[in-house]
């Protein structure tokens, strides 16, 4: 059983900058992909980047291309995500996932979440 686990939230200005960490824990990655997503108050749940654990390849949405970047460490083994000048429609709670490539199944291993919270 996977289990990832967040942390790095918190109440930021807008123009600051927060690194989220996703911990993952419970089997080989080598052949999954993870991914950040976020759900603000009265919305869905959006994606917002990826990275393949072999290769690196790192997907981006486009709300977020130039501010955010992914990345993984792959002896802890940890996904973060560096996420820098911040706006106030950034606040929401993200979630960290993983999703084994070529699997049907999509994210299907979620983190409990992070909030990250941006003032105006």
């Known amino acids: 059983q996977v289990q990832l686990v967040e942390s790095g939230g918190g109440l930021v200005q807008a123009g600051d900058s927060l690194r989220l960490s996703c911990t993952a824990s419970?089997?080989?990655?080598?052949?999954?992909?993870m991914g950040w997503f976020r759900q603000a108050p009265g919305k869905e749940r959006e994606f917002v980047a990826s990275?393949?654990?072999?290769?690196?390849?790192?997907v981006y949405s486009d709300s977020v291309k130039g501010r955010f970047t992914i990345s993984r460490e792959l002896r802890k083994p940890t996904v973060y995500q560096q996420m820098n000048s911040l706006k106030p429609e950034d606040t929401a709670v993200y979630y960290c996932?993983?999703?084994?490539?070529?699997?049907?199944?999509?994210?299907?291993?979620w983190g409990q979440g992070t909030q990250v919270t941006v003032a105006s």
């Open positions: 990275i393949r654990w072999s290769g690196g390849n790192t």
């Open positions: 419970g089997r080989t990655f080598s052949s999954y992909a």
């Open positions: 996932a993983a999703h084994r490539i070529g699997s049907t199944s999509g994210y299907d291993q």
